[in-house]
């Protein structure tokens, strides 16, 4: 495409009818700044919205359109304000709530009021209830039209409703073009196909803008499940240049970092002997190995890009230690970052006790620390005092500098995506050498996608668990006998043991997740009176956080509730009971890692999968997964195997990597098709890598231009 013809990309959100400045904002923190970008926004799912359900023939977990009146409306006042409407059609009444609500979405909800309205139904403190559903107000019900194809269901950030961005987004497809006649006039603008004809012609490839429309807006006979199952033509051709664009990213790295000068460090040092001869454990065979794999790659002259897999409770930590003492011995610096607060705090416990007796400095810096800590911590690291600092992404700001760095690892837990973590080099480059990079990952990979996906990282694994572990005893259980699973809990209390309970992602949207927690907590409140309960999730302050998972550790609280915060890296050995609420919509993989919080310590631990029923056969067999096994890597080959149709998620919180609209384990099959493709635009087709890295990966490749 000439540069001078406009462009999809230079069409400002603010041309689009009802975008101002406000929703402009809101748009940008998805990363939307213009039509192209609202284009490539692309759905996690649809829902099916072409008919009307009736009140009565509504079951608690289903997705349903219901249309009525409103005979009444309150504010009510519990743990938190919500607006509370009781709906009724001709077969009964349902309540429907709001925790967040404006007084003139209030007044429109009035008594007398008609709507048509769509939510899951979820059980409520009386009855059936809908937390915000999405509706719409009508003086004509029996008038408004039905929808006549699925509705597309688009990732949301805070304040920014589902309908409206629904609404932009078909605006922004007007604009575009494609390769049928009614989409090729003038008016309309294409985006650029860069893939060669000849490879798309032989892979069966739709065009690019067509696909595009075809996920946005699936014909009217699409199944349900046309993303989840990974059969929608146009979400294939963008997914399979979207592993492509991933994968010649990772490629030009590979090469680039082959060619840059990493320092040497000494593969015998006494820091690492004393350290281990401090340690209470003997290192397992499994770690043994994969230490001298690291302190190898460490000697070289070339930076190390290792992957470190282990499963929860392998021992990673022990062998990142003994890296870091490697090269700390040598003189340098050593960074840790971790995805959260939480998991870096955890890790300078850990790293402070180790270290300090060795005689090294163990420094702290998270986004929180301000002011005179602040300076001194920087001040302490530019003169080389601080030997290793640990912390959140707060270490490669700017303004950190480093005197010497000469090795990073990565706490991943899977939050970062690859192109994040490898960026990251380029900002720690403050001398002529790059420093080596290790990368622990607990997500298990399954070895056939780790040939592919991860093929130019050098990849260790840990498949050894330390001895004396006792396998998690897990329970699939219906949610109808959630009073029995109370029960359990009280018993396990009284006998000293803690508990925890995981409520899961329920919607797009993290308020949500953290509403349906803090009723869970009110709910067990009430059943179990006499026991210390505790809330956490990912909305409070990261020093409430720490407050109550401190209060937990030591004791004084007995059954944490929770949402899937608690998944990274938290350790208390004495909690021996887990029960995860809606188990069915979580990956076999975060399952996994949850489950990894119980079983620490010697008592036997139990884990409850506490499913809605009624629960699908694939369903069903998913969860039995998690019964018959607790070794990861196998988990996440069944899972693998298991996954199609009735996923849910979508595929941002599959885990794997942060892709827009890949799955490495749905689109699997595509892996090997992507890795020819890769090596042919290498060889032949040069000028497609920029463009192609750039749509597919933008701001997250700083490192492209090295
Ligand atoms: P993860 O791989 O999940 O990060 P950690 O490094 O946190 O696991 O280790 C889990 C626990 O196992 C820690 O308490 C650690 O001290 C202990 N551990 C690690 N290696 C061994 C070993 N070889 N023998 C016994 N315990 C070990
Ligand atoms: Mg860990």
Do not use: F, H, W
């Given at each position: 495409m000439n540069k001078a013809e406009p462009q999809l990309s230079q069409i400002p959100l603010t041309q689009l009818r009802g975008v101002g400045p406000a929703l402009q904002k809101k748009l940008q923190q998805l990363s939307i700044n213009n039509v192209q970008d609202l284009l490539f926004h692309l759905p996690l799912r649809y829902e099916d919205r072409t008919r009307i359900n009736t009140i009565a023939s509504a079951r608690v977990g289903e997705t349903v359109q219901l249309q009525g009146e409103v005979i009444n409306s309150s504010i009510q006042f519990g743990r938190r304000r919500s607006l509370h409407c009781t709906l009724v059609d001709d077969s009964g009444f349902i309540s429907l709530r709001f925790f967040h609500f404006s007084a003139a979405q209030k007044n429109s909800l009035a008594p007398g009021t008609k709507i048509r309205c769509y939510g899951e139904v979820r059980r409520g403190r009386n009855g059936m209830e809908i937390y915000h559903p999405e509706y719409r107000v009508s003086t004509d019900l029996e008038d408004e039209p039905l929808s006549d194809s699925l509705t597309a269901i688009y990732p949301l950030t805070e304040g920014l409703q589902q309908a409206r961005l629904r609404n932009i987004i078909q605006q922004a497809l007007t604009y575009l073009g494609g390769s049928t006649p009614e989409n090729d006039s003038d008016k309309k603008l294409s985006l650029p196909d860069y893939l060669p004809e000849s490879l798309s012609t032989s892979l069966g490839l739709y065009e690019l803008n067509d696909a595009i429309r075809l996920i946005h807006k699936p014909p009217i006979d699409a199944p349900l499940d046309w993303l989840s199952a990974g059969v929608n033509p146009g979400q294939s051709r963008l997914a399979f240049e979207e592993l492509l664009a991933h994968r010649l990213c990772m490629r030009r790295f590979k090469n680039d970092s082959e060619t840059q000068i990493a320092p040497q460090f000494e593969k015998k040092n006494s820091l690492s002997a004393s350290f281990l001869a401090s340690l209470p454990f003997k290192l397992t065979g499994a770690q043994q190995r994969v230490s001298n794999e690291i302190i190898d790659d460490l000697s070289r002259v070339c930076p190390m890009l290792r992957l470190l897999q282990g499963d929860?409770?392998?021992?990673k930590t022990v062998v990142a230690a003994l890296a870091a003492l490697q090269a700390v011995s040598a003189g340098y610096q050593v960074a840790l970052m971790a995805p959260t607060e939480l998991l870096a705090e955890q890790h300078l416990a850990n790293f402070t006790q180790w270290f300090e007796p060795l005689g090294i400095q163990v420094g702290w810096l998270s986004?929180?620390?301000?002011g005179k800590a602040r300076a001194q911590i920087l001040a302490s690291l530019q003169e080389g005092e601080c030997q290793l600092l640990i912390g959140t992404h707060a270490l490669f700001q700017d303004e950190v500098i480093y005197h010497k760095l000469g090795l990073i690892i990565i706490d991943e837990q899977h939050r970062f995506g690859v192109h994040q973590r490898l960026s990251l080099r380029e900002k720690a480059g403050t001398h002529k050498l790059n420093p080596h990079q290790l990368v622990m990952t607990a997500t298990p990979i399954p070895r056939t996608l780790a040939m592919s996906a991860y093929a130019d990282l050098d990849n260790s694994i840990i498949d050894e668990l330390p001895p004396g572990r006792t396998p998690v005893n897990t329970a699939i259980i219906s949610s109808e006998r959630r009073d029995q699973v109370v029960e359990r809990i009280a018993q396990a209390c009284a006998q000293n043991s803690q508990v925890y309970w995981v409520c899961t992602l329920i919607e797009e949207s993290e308020v949500l997740q953290c509403q349906a927690a803090e009723v869970t907590e009110e709910q067990l409140r009430k059943l179990l009176p006499n026991i210390r309960i505790g809330l956490i999730h990912g909305r409070m302050k990261p020093k409430e956080k720490v407050g109550v998972m401190q209060s937990f550790k030591n004791g004084e609280l007995q059954l944490l509730v929770a949402t899937t915060v608690i998944e990274v890296g938290v350790d208390v050995p004495n909690a021996s009971l887990m029960v995860i609420e809606?188990?069915?919509?979580?990956?076999l993989a975060q399952l996994h890692q949850l489950r990894g919080?119980?079983?620490?310590?010697s008592k036997q631990s139990h884990c409850i999968l506490?499913?809605?029923?009624?629960?699908s056969k694939a369903g069903q067999q998913r969860l039995s997964v998690m019964r018959e096994s607790n070794d990861g890597f196998y988990i996440a080959e069944k899972d693998l195997e298991l996954r199609g149709p009735g996923q849910v998620l979508g595929t941002q919180q599959t885990g794997l990597m942060s892709f827009k609209v890949a799955d490495i384990t749905r689109d699997a099959n595509l892996l090997d098709q992507v890795r020819d493709a890769s090596e042919l635009i290498l060889s032949q087709h040069p000028d497609i890598i920029d463009p192609l890295i750039w749509r597919w990966l933008g701001d997250n490749t700083d490192y492209v231009n090295v």
């Open positions: 929860v409770g392998s021992g986004g929180k620390i301000k809606n188990p069915e919509r979580l990956g919080r119980v079983g620490r310590g506490l499913y809605q029923s009624p629960l």
